[in-house]
């Protein structure tokens, strides 16, 4: 009984673990989102934030429209610097930098901002975008492990997302930027 025993612990311990692939884990994400028909069903999303700069507080607000357009205001001592996309095209105003009137933004950014024109995220069916994705590893990030995955979008736009190993909650995105051949994120 012994020697059984014995036997079918090293065999098990033996046996490769399975590790988690990319579309597991976003499936994992997807479900605790709430599941495709669900995020699949959400036509506008408009969400409010704070955020600090340079040590100041500013308010923030999105607005998404599914496939439409998206506008990023945010609130810097009295002044607004927005942000807007759509499929054709993206424009900004940002009177902390001089500007009197709104402009036209650079292709290589109106890119990464049409990757929020789906309320989802660029993950949610990313493949039916023409996106990859790629499963980088595991790291640690402020204590929590995560998985580390790199989406390629169709434009060639990356983002790098940290997903919680245990809620599959997005903790963390990344998006990598090229201004004047310059690579930044």
């Known amino acids: 009984m012994k020697i059984s025993l014995l036997c079918a612990i090293l065999f098990l311990g033996l046996l490769p673990a399975k590790s ?11 479900t605790v989102m709430g599941g495709k028909e ?35 205001e945010i609130d810097f001592n009295g002044l607004k610097v927005i942000d807007c996309y759509t499929a054709g095209g993206g424009w900004s105003f940002n009177p902390l930098a001089g500007q009197a009137a709104p402009v036209n933004m650079p292709e290589s950014q109106v890119k990464i901002g049409q990757l929020q024109l789906d309320p989802a995220g660029p993950l949610f069916n990313y493949a039916a975008k023409g996106s990859k994705v790629e499963l980088e590893g595991k790291e640690d990030l402020k204590g929590s492990a995560v998985y580390k995955i790199k989406l390629t979008a169709a434009s060639g736009s990356e983002m790098i997302f940290y997903i919680s190993d245990s809620s599959f909650y997005i903790l963390k995105n990344v998006i990598k930027v090229s201004r004047s051949g310059n690579q930044r994120k």
Do not use: H
């Not at 988690?20 to 997807?30: L, S, V």
């Not at 959400?42 to 969400?47: D, G, L, N, R």
């Open 20 to 30: 988690q692939t990319a579309d597991e884990i976003i499936n994992k994400w997807i």
């Open 38 to 72: 669900r995020l699949a069903g959400i036509k506008t999303v408009y969400t409010e934030n704070e955020i600090n700069i340079m040590n100041n507080p500013a308010s923030g607000k999105t607005y998404t429209l599914n496939g439409q357009g998206y506008k990023s």
